[in-house]
T-cell receptor, first 115, second 109 residues
């Protein structure tokens, strides 16, 4: 399986600021995904990051709040903009397994706390 | 509406016990069922199930899928404290993975 790293692993931010989370994969992957996991909740898909095209956002998530970049097949960023305490969450990137869409593997996650 | 439901929500057992975790799903264009173990932050992959009745096994963990009744179970035998985690199941439609809310397992020494 692909090896995935995320930066930062955790951060504490002030309300109204923005944070960019980076996701790096050790191999080229077609699909990268960004999830949010709020305290006590399951994983919620924010968007699918496609290389060379706009990200596809799920209902309830918009590009202005969560802009995503996917400059190449091994890297993606998610920005959480104009943060509020409700954005406190774990943010996870994941990749599909060799483009088969059969299995997703997750990065180590970013724990974000907004004060 | 596509959904995945896990039960129980939480479970506390003693070391050596056997536990069964349940996952039922209702999704369109079901492709596979996956189990993950989540400790701290990131889920780690355990099993992928695509066919009914075929048990997947890894050490003390095993899982089976029933595509007729739309559910899967994850069994853990001879539990250890290191098994304490949240166990997530997800139904894959090929377009998206639908995650359940997880079962929080605590194994007491």
């Amino acid at each position: 399986s692909a090896v995935i790293s995320q930066k930062p692993s955790r951060d504490i931010c002030q309300r109204g600021t923005s944070l960019t989370i980076q996701c790096q994969v050790d191999s080229q992957v077609t699909m990268m995904f960004w999830y949010r996991q709020q305290p006590g909740q399951s994983l919620t898909l924010i968007a699918t990051a496609n290389q060379g095209s706009e990200a596809t956002y799920e209902s309830g998530f918009v590009i202005d709040k969560f802009p995503i970049s996917r400059p190449n097949l091994t890297f993606s960023t998610l920005t959480v903009s104009n943060m509020s305490p409700e954005d406190s969450s774990i943010y996870l990137c994941s990749v599909d397994d060799r483009g088969t869409a059969d299995t997703q593997y997750f990065g180590p996650g970013t724990r974000l706390t907004v004060l | 509406e596509d959904k995945v439901v896990q039960s129980p929500l939480s479970l506390v057992v003693h070391e050596g016990d056997t536990v069964t975790l349940n996952c039922s799903y209702e999704v369109t264009n079901f492709r596979s069922l996956l189990w993950y173990k989540q400790e701290k932050k990131a889920p780690t992959f355990l099993f992928m199930l695509t066919s009914s009745g075929i048990e997947k096994k890894s050490g003390r963990l095993s899982s089976i899928l029933d595509k007729k009744e739309l559910f899967s179970i994850l069994n853990i035998t001879a539990t250890q404290t290191g098994d304490s985690a949240i166990y997530l199941c997800a139904a894959n439609t090929g377009n998206q993975f639908y995650f359940g809310t997880g079962t929080s397992l605590t194994v007491i020494p």
